[in-house]
């Protein structure tokens, strides 16, 4: 049981206490989705969750954590948990669905049998399953030690079939005569006898045609809806019970809450109070959530952000009339942690990481699983080593485990890799590292990159990477990206029609770590990506971003003259010094094959300071002669682009060097230098 909130949920517990609430006879409620991608910490959600309404009905169940099941399955395994007992509150009984259950799930055959004959045989079997329950119950201790946030998917039961299991040792307070009575009358259909139902209801059980099955699934989860729906009218309470769903996209996971929309449907139609069920739902693949159609969108599902939600806008946005049943979901995409929340996760630890905070966060981008696993790498550098701004640049080396089985450690970004694109194919995570090499992902399929790589991998690839929430829009690049203040002030130099999406930046860079190991000039090396990348954006030439990102992949392929050589053409050209920032950090955003100075034989590697000299020295020699201030600029931003080479938050160390620069720049003839010092002092320290 969760004993501390999750960082970031706030909003969250805001929008489920508001649905939680229940006022006057009910109201409708929405199914709440908890969209979030790999690591994102939607199961710590929602187990916080449970744990807040841990004090009413409640019941937890993983579609992932065991084989699928039927929804009636589904159904009965909620109905354990809701029926747990709390000091002075009336239990939660499931008389119709205990009966359907026992009748489906019997092994004894009710066809051919007269009616009085089936009605003591059921009664006999309700009698058995109620006296084998208590004599359990004495024999091993209460049956309610299963606690109301075990998952329901895991809990060992003893004895006979699974949802035989259910009725005995789930609802054993349930006197027999209720459960007959109660459950006789709900399953009697039109002018038939109530009997004539249930053996119909035993026939279709051992049926194996899968309308049949969709029938009796369709039957039990009805009983389901209206055992809670009749026990709310009785019991009047101050809050709705809540069911908590973890990973829905899992195999058969939607086939529930499908049926269960399809329910409170027909109730609806029929004029029928509405059911007292909270659904709040979790999912990594968008594409399996229902919801409204937004093209515009990363996988084209208009999701609400957490600050955005509530339960009047899930009113507001039902159409009228409703020509789907899709309005039913309410899909809310969990965000990534804020650097403040970052903080308080390493205020959590024995002792202050110090200059590591503002790393974690740049590195992950708030991604709260990778946040976490870098957050331990930093503490065991820091702490535990004594070390310094230094190691924290190689902090990708660092050991991690991979969630799951137990595997030996290996990197931190092999981890990261291994974890989070788990639900992709060995293709797909192979071709993903080509595609990282591109600044938006379209880029790389348009170019051809992946020419490589079966037919199956590229066709599906943009769709699974989309679905699984990994694009998001661009992050500015500006002051704010290089160590410096500021951020999004030079979008409006942003060219029209760039595209909308790319690769989180924190996916992208582990995915880079892994493709600068790969032999160069292999088919999918860095320098043979890079090339074609750039050959690719020479041809398009238009719009302008074309040759932007060309001249992008050319740093990236360490040709700083080049790049030096284009920017200096620019510097007096461009109509507005605004114009030539946007292109210079546009361009010295490039990836570098080996960001990080690898440390030399018994000591540290070369300061980031140092290594400007080093590589406008190796790199661009002639241009270092003729544009010294502006190939000194073009290297330390570059440099500064990785956040492992800008560690101390207060003053990283490439900051007075790049605004040394400008200075220099801004002394220059026809040089813009009101907005080249106004740039300057962006990296300047400040009291």
Known sequence: MPTERPQGVKSVVRLFNECRTRTGGGRELPIITLLGRRGSGKTTTLRWLGYLASNRPNALYDFASAPAKRPHEVAARLALGLSYRFPRQPAVLFPRLALGLLVAHTSINLNGADARAVRAELKRALRQAKESSEAYEKAHGTVEAIGVLQDLNLLPLPGLDLVLKLVQFGLPRLPVTVMWRTGLSWYADGPHRPVDALMRLNELAGSEAAADA??????????FVEDLRDHFARHPRDKECVALLDNIDAPRGRQFLDLLVRVREANAARGR???????????????GVPGPYAPDLPAELRARAPEDASYEDWRMSIPRPASTSKWHWYPVRLRDLTEPEVTTLAERTAASLGPATPLIHRLSYGHPWSARALLDAA???VVERGGGAAELRHILDSHASVPGPPEDPMPLDAAARRYLLRDLSEGQRAALQVCAAARA???????????????????TLRRDVDARLWLVPPVPEDAGTRGGRGSGYLEHCRE?????????????????EALSHEPPDDPSGWVTTHEALRGWHRRERWPRRHLLDAHYHSLALNELDRTVGYLAEQFGDLPSTDQWLYELYAITAA???????????GRRGPS????????????????????????????????AADPRNRVAHSAPELNSTIAAMFHRLAALPHSGAAGLLREAERYEPRP
Not at 214 to 223: F, P, S
Not at 591 to 601: C, E, F, L, Q, S
Not at 614 to 627: D, E, F, I, K, Y
């Open 214 to 223: 969709e029938q009796v699934d369709r039957l039990l989860c009805g009983a």
């Open 273 to 287: 109070g509405h059911d007292p069920l909270l659904v709040v739902a979790t999912a990594a693949n968008a594409r």
């Open 379 to 381: 503490y065991a550098i």
């Open 441 to 459: 992902f379209d880029s790389a399929l348009d170019a051809g990159v992946l020419e490589e790589f079966d037919q199956l991998t590229k066709d």
């Open 496 to 512: 029209e029609g760039r595209p909308a999406v790319v690769l989180q930046p924190w996916l992208r860079l582990v995915l880079l």
């Open 591 to 601: 990836p570098m094959r080996v960001p990080v100075a690898p440390p030399g034989p």
């Open 608 to 639: 980031p300071a140092d290594r400007v000299r080093q590589l406008a020295r190796q790199l661009a020699p002639a241009s270092l002669g003729q544009h010294w201030p502006l190939t000194m600029l073009v290297t330390a931003l570059w440099l």
